[in-house]
């Protein structure tokens, strides 16, 4: 015997057969069963264990961020609050350039005001423009170089009464800048610089010209420190014209200018920073990367004399003590010649990886795999539900594609709006082509419900007339399709009876009831004796283009006409087709070798001109290419059959071959549509020929009278099928024959 404790170890024992030949026999061990069938089934999925090192990978990526944190985070923080400087660098800069524009305001106002009546005014426009662009300390005007008005002159910062009466052009510290200034014709900032009663500021000033100045200055003197310093510009033998004529540049209507006065503005630092609040950059107002108070400090790279004691500094906080290593912001003003800088730094020095570094750590690790579990499950659960998604849409497209085809073969059988057509006499009667809501009305229409109702009428001699529209709202405006049709039908009066005309059959009010009439359209052209191609020359209405036989053949429904009637094999042997040129009808070569009418022009019905797409389908116009999708699968069906169920006519082979060479021609995937928007690619025939021609296969697989009854194989009357066929059964199950009072028409026939 075998113990217990054997198996379970997995001794081999040998056993000897009755031939004296060792068996032996293998024992798995029950540690290895429980591995294989206790092993959960999430485990057994490949998708699991890729989730499982998505996981490590998160948890690794994890560690390895807080590993490097030390090193990243300064690095970010410096970009950080780099940032934050090189915002208060705007700001400021932004600010100077608004304060130093109000000067600019002063000088227009000044070379519009003839009388200098806005100098009365002075304080009033003084205080709105230093309101509207902030930033300003006070406003002055100095006529001919003397500071003669200035606002505020007192208020409890400042003091400029001492100004007053300053002449900029004969003071001899002041004379030389100012006259460089006038030279230049620019605005000129100087500072910031240590005012003399006291504070820093800077001053812009900007020399004014008009045409109301006088050509040489006035006569004028400056005492200063004892010495007297004059100017006489009004005697012309001592006149120097260095200090008495300063021109400046004409208006645009070429008078000349002269100079006027300056336009003066100082700021005061605390004024000119107000806006930027750089004291909340030291109180706490701004947090960067976890860091809320921050040191700074505003200099100057070209510093005044009066600041080149203190390197040029003018602004600072509190404590520099962290400057030394700050990230730095420039704050230029090109055009105004001055380059500062703004420092910033934390005020406690940059940080440093906290001391519960690794505490933070042990937390985040666990709640990193955790979320990263619910990641995984998550990612896994929408995989399966996408691709739940995936599957029913693809079903639900096959589905449609399916029914889109079979309701198209199912519409070759019977109408979805009843075939309605005219008798030969109403139709001429009439003398021009009428609107089908116009002849129903009349009673003019014979409507025939299914198409073994139409039958006998095809003994009667039924025409299928085939035109082009030479209107956009009405296919015959002139009345030349009318007259050329009417000629037509007298040659053939023998032959014809009644009449089936696209404006007089299909209803062109609705859209529902005319979609269902192209979709019979094929049907239509089955019932039919006789197909009548009229293409006389015209003029169409709209685009004033000429349209004959070449414009015909280039129309998508004239080729779709032709096309329907002629892959009906039942009147393939026989001359049924006219053509009309507006003088002459002659018979239609119907074979495929035809050069005038060639298989594979009428087969490319696509590839013809649609009046909706030349119009770019204006005002949401539905797409005709759209619409015919359903005739184009059904006649491809109807091919399909002839080749299957009757001898094929060379017609009907080449036609097959031309659609297996060139499918995407015949049948595009896709169309661009133009609207009024653009071009949009719209879906046809994507998927729609595989899935019938599988479609047809299973419909060949059944018995012959399960199979889907297709109309046009055979002829109407079913009496003979055609030559060579293989089903002898007839087209159509309803029998009329000729009423006794000798009525051609069926007996169902009523007008409508």
């Known amino acids: 015997m075998i113990s217990e404790a054997e198996t379970e170890e997995g001794y081999l024992p040998a056993q000897l057969d009755g031939g004296g030949v060792v068996k032996v026999r293998s024992y798995s061990t029950r540690a290895e069963q429980s591995k294989r069938t206790c ?234 920073l107000a806006s930027a609040d750089l004291s909340g950059l030291e109180q706490g107002s701004h947090k960067v990367s976890g860091i809320s108070k921050f040191s700074f400090q505003l200099y100057d790279l070209e510093p005044h004399p009066s600041l080149a004691d203190v390197g040029g500094i003018w602004q600072q906080s509190s404590s520099s003590e962290s400057l030394s290593d700050g990230v730095e912001a420039a704050v230029s003003v090109e055009e105004y010649g001055f380059h500062w800088v703004l420092k910033i730094a934390p005020f406690d020095g940059w940080p440093v990886v906290s001391e519960d570094f690794w505490r933070q750590l042990l937390l985040v690790l666990p709640m990193t795999a955790l979320l990263g579990v619910g990641l995984g499950v998550k990612v896994l659960l929408d995989m399966r539900k996408n691709a739940q998604k995936m599957d029913q849409r693809a079903k639900y497209k096959e589905e449609k594609i399916a029914n889109t085809i079979l309701g198209a073969v199912s519409s070759l059988n019977h109408f979805q709006f009843p075939m309605c057509v005219l008798s030969i006499e109403d139709f001429k009667a009439r003398g021009r082509l009428i609107q089908h809501e116009e002849a129903r009305g009349q009673g003019l229409l014979y409507f025939f419900d299914d198409p073994d109702d139409v039958a006998i009428t095809c003994e009667a001699g039924l025409t299928f007339v085939s035109h082009q529209w030479a209107g956009f709202e009405h296919p015959d405006p002139q009345g030349v399709q009318f007259r050329a049709m009417r000629a037509a039908l007298e040659e053939l009066a023998e032959k014809v009876q009644w009449i089936w005309v696209d404006y007089s059959s299909i209803p062109q009010t609705n859209s529902f009831l005319q979609q269902n009439a192209i979709n019979s359209l094929c049907v239509y052209a089955t019932c039919c004796s006789i197909f009548l191609a009229v293409a006389p020359p015209c003029v169409h209405a709209d685009t004033q283009r000429e349209l004959n036989l070449e414009s015909y053949l280039a129309r998508a429904w004239c080729r779709l006409e032709k096309l329907s009637y002629e892959t009906c094999t039942w009147n393939a042997g026989e001359h049924r087709a006219y053509l009309c040129d507006g003088m002459d009808v002659s018979q239609m070569d119907m074979s495929s070798k035809n050069q005038l009418f060639p298989q594979e022009l009428f087969l490319d019905v696509l590839g013809g001109t649609f009046s909706c797409c030349s ?132 007996p169902s026939l009523s007008s409508g």
């Not at 009757?646 to 995937?669: R, V, W």
């Open 39 to 272: 092993l959960p089934l999430w485990m057994r999925w490949k998708e699991s264990w890729g989730i499982l090192v998505a996981i490590v990978a998160i948890v690794g990526v994890s560690v390895y961020n807080f590993s490097s944190s030390d090193a990243s985070l300064r690095f970010h923080a410096r970009e950080s609050v780099e940032d934050l400087a090189k915002t208060y660098g705007a700001e400021i800069t932004r600010q100077i350039r608004v304060s130093v524009s109000s000067i600019q305001a002063l000088e227009a106002i000044i070379k519009i005001d003839r009388c200098s009546s806005s100098l009365e005014d002075f304080e009033s426009l003084a205080s709105t423009l230093i309101t509207t662009y902030k930033g300003i300390s006070n406003l002055q005007l100095a006529p001919f170089g003397i500071v003669t008005y200035i606002h505020p002159l007192l208020d409890e910062t400042q003091d400029n009464r001492g100004a007053l009466g300053h002449n900029l052009l004969l003071d001899p510290g002041r004379k030389e800048d100012a006259i460089r200034t006038i030279r230049d014709g620019q605005t000129v900032v100087v500072g910031p610089l240590k005012l003399l009663q006291g504070g820093i500021a800077a001053i812009a000033r900007r020399p004014i010209f008009t045409r109301w100045a006088p050509r040489y200055l006035p006569d004028s003197w400056f005492y200063r420190n004892g010495e007297n310093h004059t100017r006489n510009c009004s005697d012309t033998q001592t006149r120097n014209d260095e200090e008495c004529y300063f021109p400046g540049p004409p208006e645009p209507d070429g008078t000349p200018t002269y100079f006027w006065g300056f336009a003066t503005m100082l700021t005061r630092i605390e004024d000119l």
């Open 615 to 746: 119009r770019c389908h204006p005002n949401g116009m539905a797409c005709d290419k759209e619409k015919i999708k359903g005739v184009m699968l059904g006649i491809y069906w109807r091919l399909l059959c002839a080749r299957r169920d009757c001898a094929a006519s060379f017609s009907t082979e080449d036609t097959l071959q031309l659609i297996g060479s060139n499918m995407e021609k015949y049948f595009p995937a896709k169309h661009e549509k133009c609207t009024e928007a653009g071009l949009t690619s719209v879906e046809l025939f994507g998927g729609y020929l595989p899935t019938l021609e599988k479609l047809f296969e299973e419909d060949s697989s059944l018995d012959e009278g399960q199979r889907i009854e297709v109309s046009g194989i055979f002829h109407p009357l079913g009496s003979i099928p055609l030559e060579g066929s293989r089903l002898p059964a007839p087209f159509m199950t309803k029998r009329f024959s000729n009423s006794s009072d000798g009525n051609c028409g069926p």
